[in-house]
């Protein structure tokens, strides 16, 4: 890192300033800054170190962002940002700040019993990099030290990943050239994120440095299907349980910034070896603490986990079917522009099921596109809305947390859920369901469509599948239209076909 030649220049303006430097420093603007979680889309645990600096020095001239940092106190870990860097092409191209000030705090002896003496960043500058527009809001990422407290990665040598927010909307003029911090100490909380899956009994432990607050933890057990055979492939035996443990923020699996412990409940814990089977199909020893009938480990990853040896301990409460009546719509007379369409009498067969509803009273908007998050509620349904636990608030929330978990969707390609659904997509959704159900062994020869290479490879099983079981049929005697979106009719047909 290198102290800037600018500020030399610029102290001495300050001292005396003159009618051409009031000039110049009048373009300048201040403009408001947060530190942003890196993967989720709120204020980072990091952000309360700008907490007294909010606005930082926009200077078009020299295309830079003048930046002051405070020190923090984290549930009494005390701390601040010792070194920062920033992407400067916007692909993981990383370069040192021009550190422009720096000053001393200590840290108290909660972190290890010392109290560390810490020359920290009070502010520092950054040239904008190119992929910014500065227009709206916009994002650098910005990895930073903080040693001695929950955030620090790597114990005061890593870098905790961040960005850093621009608000290009909020600006104002100002006739400062140099930014002058406000080192006042800042305060925060760290919060638990804990969770446990009352189907398997297994605990997932960590903080809000490592887990955002609003993610949804999903833990469940795998039987079958193509994570099974990765894991028996690469433990070489079918003596094991496996599970799926991910973290979900608006239905996108994310890694956890720092690590987070697991406890599995087994008998004879001191049996057991675990590994995480990771995604080219090897598997990694993971070593952990046993007491009882737990087994715990500590893990900055996650995704599937294996279990070889020991005996589960834990046994499921028994939870009371509730059946949910629904209401039997005998046609679709009360849709004004179902009278006359093709799919008049799937449509009603889907209302009747329960499947399906107007988007009024009147009207079913027969020719509407469908969305992920649509397609995955109806299949849901289809499962009898299963039990799932979400801090998510949208109406498709639950429907996602349990695709996701069941490894129903993603995986094969971005699941955005207020993205339209393509056929190939609508095939690999309730095949990935029917494999959790029967096994789903048809397949049709596709040969004979004209369009049969446009079907991705992830899609080429459920779409043979479909196809073979008349649940996705041709767009015309010689195409598919893998790629077309589908319809809220040609949706409601394809599940009638395939519940019936």
């Known amino acids: 890192m290198k102290i800037s030649r600018k500020i030399v220049g610029a102290l001495v ?3 005396m300033i003159s009618s051409s430097a009031v000039a110049f420093a009048a373009d300048n603007q201040l ?4 530190l942003w979680n890196a993967v989720s889309d709120q204020a980072s645990m990091g952000n309360i170190a700008t907490d007294n600096n909010g606005q930082a020095l926009y200077n078009p001239d020299e295309n830079t962002l003048q930046i002051g940092t405070n020190p923090v106190d984290v549930s009494g870990f005390m701390s601040a940002i010792t070194k920062a860097r920033y992407d400067t092409t916007g692909k993981g191209n990383y370069e040192d ?7 001393i705090m200590e840290t108290g002896t909660k972190n290890d019993g010392t109290n560390h003496v ?3 960043l009070s502010s520092f500058e950054i040239e904008l990099p190119s992929y910014l527009t500065k227009k709206g809001i916009e994002y650098i990422p910005l990895q930073m030290s903080v040693p001695y407290t929950p955030m620090d990665v790597v114990v005061g040598t890593g870098y905790l ?8 909307d909020e600006m104002e003029a100002t006739t400062l050239e140099i930014y002058v911090p406000n080192t006042e ?7 638990k994120v804990e969770y446990t899956d009352v189907t398997t009994g297994i605990e997932f432990k960590a903080d809000t440095t490592a887990v955002a607050s609003d993610a949804i933890v999903s833990i469940v057990e795998i039987t079958s299907g193509d994570d099974y055979n990765t894991a028996k492939s690469a433990l070489g035996t079918t003596d094991f349980d496996l599970y799926k443990i991910v973290t979900l923020l608006s239905g996108v699996e994310q890694e956890p910034s720092g690590a987070v412990e697991i406890v599995f409940q087994y008998a004879n814990a001191s049996e057991i070896e675990l590994y995480r089977i990771n995604d080219d199909g090897s598997k990694t020893v993971l070593r952990g603490m046993y007491k009882d009938n737990e087994y715990t480990i500590s893990s900055r990853s996650l995704g599937l986990f294996a279990v070889v040896g020991g005996e589960k301990s834990y ?4 939870v009371e079917e509730v059946v949910v009546e629904t209401p039997v719509i005998e046609t679709t007379t009360q849709f004004t522009d179902m009278t006359s369409h093709w799919a008049k009498e799937n449509v009603a067969k889907a209302v009747e099921l329960g499947l399906f509803s107007g988007i009024t009273e009147t009207t079913f908007a027969p020719n509407d596109s469908m969305t992920n998050a649509m397609a995955i509620s109806v299949l849901y349904r289809v499962a009898g809305t299963p039990e799932v636990t979400t801090t998510e608030t949208q109406w498709y929330a639950k429907a996602v947390a349990w695709g996701i978990s069941e490894g129903i969707v993603g995986g094969y390609n971005d699941f955005v859920p207020t993205e339209n659904i393509t056929r190939q997509e609508l095939a690999t959704m309730l095949y990935r369901y029917e494999l959790t159900q029967s096994g789903a062994t048809e397949r049709a020869d596709l040969s004979g469509f004209t369009d049969a290479n446009d079907i991705a490879t992830w899609a080429e099983d459920a779409f043979a599948w479909a196809n073979a079981m008349g649940i996705i049929n041709g767009m015309s005697a010689t195409t598919l239209a893998p790629t077309e979106g589908a319809t809220r009719a040609q949706v409601a047909t394809m599940f009638v076909s395939y519940t019936s």
């Open 13 to 15: 303006c300050s001292v």
């Open 315 to 318: 046994v499921a409460p028994e």
């Open 161 to 168: 990943d961040s960005r850093l927010r621009i608000n290009w």
């Open 97 to 103: 700040v021009t550190i422009l000030t720096t000053d």
């Open 185 to 191: 100490m800042s305060s925060g909380e760290v919060s």
């Open 31 to 34: 403009v408001t800054i947060d």
């Open 118 to 120: 810490v020359e920290y």
